[in-house]
């Protein structure tokens, strides 16, 4: 199975919004409606962030929202803060009955 | 709170096997959900190596199962990993996990809601 594609990095201003896509085929992202984003820094453990596509873990800030279209999802955040900056992956099931996960993103606050 | 912790040697010689224990606090592995593990290279991005029901059902890595074996202890609320034939590029920070999951027949696991803090695992002479 090959990673789900993600940008390599993205960059915003504080206060501004970004986008993450995350591109798969009709046999993982575009097929099943679970498809979630973890946000990792430096040196810790990744942190759940998004789930099933759209839904919020309890203690998510609701500045973090996602969304699916075809074989393509997106992990958007607005109102840009400093404490955003880290690598975000997404992660999909696939027809396989496996996890895949993207090769990750480096958000930059600038 | 659910809690993971990984433990095992942090140094494992070239060929040889790599064995991994997780061991879950603040929830019993035999309630309801698949747990898994997942690694990580040194600067590099997340790979998924399989996840374990505690009946013992697994599913695993196409690229890796050949040398993946999962099993679990539910006497210690414990699960664990064994990779075969280890080389340099199995180096990474290992995580275990726990992954909600729905069966209908088959089992679709959804996404990983909690993880260890990861361990450090260097194949080297």
């Known amino acids: 199975q090959s990673a789900l594609t993600q940008p390599a990095s993205v960059s915003g201003s504080p206060g501004q919004s970004v986008t993450i896509s995350c591109t798969g085929t009709?046999?993982?992202?575009?097929?099943?409606?679970?498809v979630s984003w973890s946000q990792q820094h430096p040196g810790k453990a990744p942190k759940l962030m998004i789930y099933d596509v759209s839904k919020r873990p309890s203690g998510v800030s609701n500045r973090f929202s996602g969304s699916k279209s075809g074989n393509t999802a997106s992990l958007t955040i607005s109102g840009l803060q400093a404490e955003d900056e880290a690598d975000y992956y997404c992660?999909?099931?696939?027809?396989?009955?496996?996890?895949?996960f993207g090769g990750g993103t480096k958000l930059t606050v600038l | 709170q659910v809690q993971l912790q990984e433990s095992g040697p942090g140094l494992v010689k070239p060929s040889e096997t790599l064995s991994l224990t997780c061991t879950v606090s603040g929830y019993s592995i035999t309630s309801g959900y698949y747990w898994g593990w997942i690694r990580q290279p040194p600067g590099k991005g997340l790979d998924w190596i399989g996840s374990?029901?505690?009946?013992?059902?697994?599913y695993y890595s196409p690229s890796l199962k050949s040398r993946v074996t999962m099993s679990v202890d539910t006497s210690k609320n414990q699960f664990s990993l064994k990779l075969s034939s280890v080389a340099a590029a199995d180096t990474a920070v290992y995580y275990c996990?726990?992954?909600?999951?729905?069966?209908?027949?088959?089992?679709?696991?959804?996404?990983?809601?909690?993880w260890g803090q990861g361990t450090l695992v260097t194949v080297s002479s």
């Open positions: 992660t999909s099931y696939t027809s396989s009955s496996t996890l895949v």
């Open positions: 996990a726990r992954v909600p999951h729905t069966c209908h027949g088959a089992c679709s696991l959804h996404y990983i809601d909690y």
């Open positions: 009709s046999s993982d992202v575009g097929g099943y409606n679970y």
């Open positions: 374990i029901y505690h009946s013992g059902n697994t």
